[in-house]
Every structure is written in C-alpha cells, then in structure tokens.
C-alpha cells in the first residue's frame, strides 16, 4: 500500500526509512502520477480545513461579520499559536460578540517555542485560542452564529454545520459523503476518512475550481478562489514563522497552495496547471515532507526550479549534530510511476 | 527486512503505521525470537552508552574520582538535562578539577520540558551540562585524565579512549570491532552499526555477564554488574521523570535493565533470565516502543504481568484529543517468530 518515500542517512547509510503514499491529480479527473498506492486510507485532519471554510464563505457569514482575507487565511490554519495568531483570533471572536470561552477546541500547547516556553513556565495561562485550531473554530462559530445554527453542540457530527461540511467534503473528494469514514479529530471535531488520491483532486479543485466537474467542486469556486488566495497571501496565518506549509507557499510566491495534516500530512495545488497533490508519510511524522514535496515537483516539472531550491533553502536536507557537524542527509527514495 | 510492529487506529480505523524490527536473544548466544529480520543494520547511538562507560570502570577512574552509584548511571544515561541532572553533573566534573567548558557534547535543548522552556525564554542561558550526553562525556574525560590520555581530542575516532570503546563494543555485540560501521553520534563522539540481533546479545551480556562466554562480555563482568546495578538502581539519572527507559525500570523493580537510542532504539536486559531485547522503529521514532517492549514481554512471558501492566500504566496505549476525548489507540501488530 505504501513505499519507501525518503531516507535518512548517517555514516554513509540509509539509518531510518519513512515510507508513504503520494498521490497527483488534475482538476479534469485524471490521476497524473503516484508513488504507492494512491488508493491507501487516510483521514484528511487538518489538510481538510480550506473545505471546512466553504459554509463560512457560501453562508455570508464573512461578509456579514467583515472577516479580512488574512482572517480567513487563520480560518484555514494550523497556526502555531504566535501571540499574532491568538490577538487576530480575538479579534475575529470580538467581531461575532464572543470570546474565548465559545471556543471548543481544547487546550493544547502552541507550536511556536516562545509562547509554549511561557505557558509552560506559567507565564501565561494555557487558552484554546493557542490550539492551531482557533481559527477554524472561530470560523465555525461565525456560520452557526449567521445561520441560526446552535454555538453549544457544534463540534458534534450531526450538528447542521457538521452535516453540510461533510457533504462539501465528500464532493470536493468526488466520493459519496456516506462512504466517509468518520472520527474525531484532535480538536474534537469529525475528521474524514478515504483515500490520498481523493485528497490530490480535492487539492485540484481548491486549485482550479473553475476547471473542476459540476459536482466536484465548481459550485464552490467563488469560495473557494477566496479562501486559496486569502492562504497564498497571508501564509504566516496558515502555519507560522518557519512551519513547512508557510515556507512552501512563501516558496511559491502565488503558485502554490499548501495545507498540512496531523499524522504526516501535506496536500498542495497548482492553480495555473490545475494540480493537486497529497503526500502521507504513514508512521505520522513530518520530518521527510520537504524532500518528498520538493522531489514530486522536481520529479514532474511543475514548477520552476528556484521554487524547489526556495523550499530546500528553507528545509535544509542536511543532518546535522549538536557540534553543528554534517552527520548525515535526508533524501528522497521515490521515482513517480506516471499514468499511462 | 524490517515489519509491522504497531498501529495507531483513529475512529477504529489504522491511521498510522510503525515498522521496525525486535531481536530477543540470549546469552549463551542463542536467538531466541524476532520480529521482522534480526539481521537489519542500526546503529547503537546511545543504547551503547553502557558499554562505553566499560573503560571508566576498568581503568580505575570511576574509583579513584569517587563516582558514586547515581554518578555511575548518568555516565549511561540519555538525561532529560533537569536541573538534578545537570548538578549532579557539574558536581562530578568538579571531582576531576574540570568545569562544564571541558564538554564537547554540543547544545541541545533539554528534554525536561520547564528546563527547555527557561533556555527558550532566556531565564538561564544553553550549557553543554543540559545536553543528554553530558554524563557520558563526563565519564570518557574522567577516563582520560585517568589514564593521561589527551582531553581535548575525546572526541575522534582514533583517540585511544575511542578506540578502546570500539573494541569493547564489537565484543559485546559479538562482532569484530572493524566490521563495525563507524558514524558520528549526535554528540560527536563515533557510534557503531551492526545488526538488531546484535544489539540484544550485547544487553544480554549486560543483564547476565557472567553467564557470557569468554570474548563476549565475560572478562567484563565486574563493570557491567556495576553498571547494570547502577542504572537499576538510578532509574531517574538514566531519563528522567516520566521518560520511558525510566519507567520501565521503575515498572521492572530490578527485574530490567533498559536504555533508549536515538532514532527509535530501545535496549533491555533482563538479568536473571540471562536475556537481551532490542526493538527498533525503522522510521526512528519512539511512540510505539511502549506497546512493543510490553507486547514482547508478553508473548516470551518474561516477566510478571504485573510489571507489563505497570508499564501500560505509565505509557497509557489509549490517544486522547486535545479535549480529553478517547479517540484511538496504540496497539501492537506482531507475533514474535521463535527460533526453532
């Protein structure tokens, strides 16, 4: 189901494999290219977030409470929880008349070092607007708010909110909603399960909507080309200083869309070439997604080499000790078979 | 050449997979069980730190610096860098003349998580004392002054100090020292590669030296039970609170000897059964070792249930979300082959 992606040698040998899926889709439908087996299960976590937007979009719930194309970019987010992750999502709360107490994400430490250092020497209290979450959550509490929809239950599958979002999935996966599998996410939200090639053309259509099948996506493209150009504008909202998704779409420079997930997951689109890709590392770690995203684009020609040498400047493939010596280097293990 | 050895599951689902390989030998020099192929190549990082530490005893250094018990397990240990570890350290470097300048173990932030918080924040400032190393480097200078051997040049791979330790080690692993892949460690000293297998005879001599045959650990007999002892003794100067190794030997009650290894390696001994396990994830994270130490535990019946529970009791194999929600689990995927 799965193959060897990267490797991480030392002394010369390969010492630790990391292997995965990687899935390369065209708006039109077509698989373009995999490494593995593109139909291997994977729940879709946060990568699933820009779709998870869409009702906050369609709804008018933005427009009525005036959410800024970086704002929504944090709706988007896996933010790591920077004090200017937390004030912007106050911010949006105190637009809906709510505030952190609404949020039901749970607490969870922030990704950036500086403020986990300082939750964790109580310099501050732990709040869920640091849980990379916030946004998405505060998105959330924005629809249900217009809506009418109650702000109590909706972390719970059958919430309307819940219901409609795993309709909107479904489609952009070009699979049944009822053949998602269905769990819960860290946040507490339902996550979706199916396969990495249903996240590829999801990934296309947040791309391309225009180009995507009735059915699979088009319907979404107002929403959709705002919340993927609000994402490549505002890339420090989706992750943070120096997070990979916010380096590769810094890398992009407006070609590129990027959305991480929990357990190994990044998902990207190409919007001028209609493309999307997923790449799963199957033991749930992250540290090889660099070299196997910058080896897909190299691999298939998608973009200009500088954005490869760009992503690799940020991701050094280097290994390197305490004593800053060249210990070893990761690099990619993989060749694309391309669909006949 | 590695295999499954635990899944994650995710609304009763795998979301995540871990391969790797476990060796159970003993130390008469009999395989008796595995998983995957005992034959895949690693390296001991710092599950070799034992045998590193053979030197400081033999050469007479332990004694004449007066290292106590405690003392004598943080030369063996990966410390989290709390500050007990680190004084306890400086204390020992301060029985040599030397300070903590003489480490040439390199900077990491601590694994104790308010240590690491004070050194990002600027409250203390980063030591080579911190490192999880610090002990060991400690020890080898220690061994160096003893023997007049050159401080400043610990490090290489052809210092008699090194040296001396590559022979120590292809004996335990029961290899010749220079069919050992040399490599350098995250703290710059040489670390050695051979095979899984290997790794469990060497701990099986650790658990039982006495029982080893002449060549593979029995000339060191007298170290190794000073060491084993110490690291039983000293659990919380081998990790630190909360860390795996530790608990296992809390759980043990004198019935384990156990030490971690970057990338995944973990290294137990059981010493009245004469016993070794090494268990390696391929993809060189620890998440699942908990599960697959216990879980080999219980298929060879090695120890009491009750010291399996207290592990699962310290290492919980259920996943919960940021909300306290039970949302998966940790369970193990092998059967153990035993040798015929």
Redesign the interface.
């Known amino acids: 189901m799965t193959t060897r992606l990267a490797e ?1 040698t ?10 995965g899926t990687i899935a390369v889709a065209h708006v039109d439908g077509t698989l373009l290219a995999s490494a593995g087996d593109p139909a291997t ?3 879709f976590r946060s990568s699933a977030k820009p779709f998870q937007a869409i009702p906050l979009i369609e709804s008018g719930a933005a427009d009525r409470f005036g959410f800024t194309p970086a704002e929504l970019a944090l709706c988007c987010a896996s933010h790591n929880g920077a004090p200017g992750h937390q004030s912007q999502v106050l911010a949006m709360l105190a637009k809906l008349g709510l505030d952190s107490s609404a949020l ?5 430490l922030p990704g950036d ?2 403020e ?3 939750v ?2 109580g ?1 501050i209290a732990a709040s869920p607007l640091q ?1 990379d979450c916030s946004g998405k959550h505060t998105g959330m509490l924005a629809t249900c708010l217009h809506l009418g929809y109650p702000l109590d239950s909706y972390l719970e599958p059958e919430h309307p909110l819940q219901r409609q979002i795993r309709d909107i999935v479904g489609e952009m996966c070009r699979v049944p909603a009822g053949s998602l ?8 939200v339902p ?1 979706f ?1 199916t396969t990495i090639a249903n996240f590829a053309f999801a990934f296309a259509a947040l791309a391309a909507p225009s180009a995507a099948p009735v059915g699979a996506g088009r319907e979404h493209t107002a929403a959709l080309d705002r919340l993927r150009e609000a994402m490549m504008r505002h890339p420090e909202n989706v992750a943070g200083e120096g997070e990979f998704v916010t380096n590769v779409m810094a890398a992009g420079n407006g070609h590129i869309v990027a959305k991480s997930g929990a ?2 997951l990044v998902c990207a689109g190409l919007p001028e070439r209609g493309i999307g890709i997923a790449i799963r590392i ?4 992250y540290r090889a997604l660099p070299v196997a995203l910058a080896e897909t684009l190299r691999q298939l020609e998608l973009v200009e080499p500088a954005v490869i040498d760009a992503i690799e400047a940020y991701h050094d493939p280097r290994i390197f ?5 060249h ?2 280097d990761f690099r990619a293990a993989f060749q694309l078979e391309r669909a006949a």
Chains 1, 2 share one sequence.
């Open positions: 991480l030392r002394g010369g040998r390969v010492e630790s494999v990391h292997a299960f994977a729940y039901q994400c749970g607490l969870v070092e500086h986990a250092a300082r964790i020497d310099a849980c599998t269905l769990a819960t996410d860290g946040c507490s996550t399960g357990e190994g199957a033991d749930g770690t000790n305490h004593n800053r010596r210990v070893g």
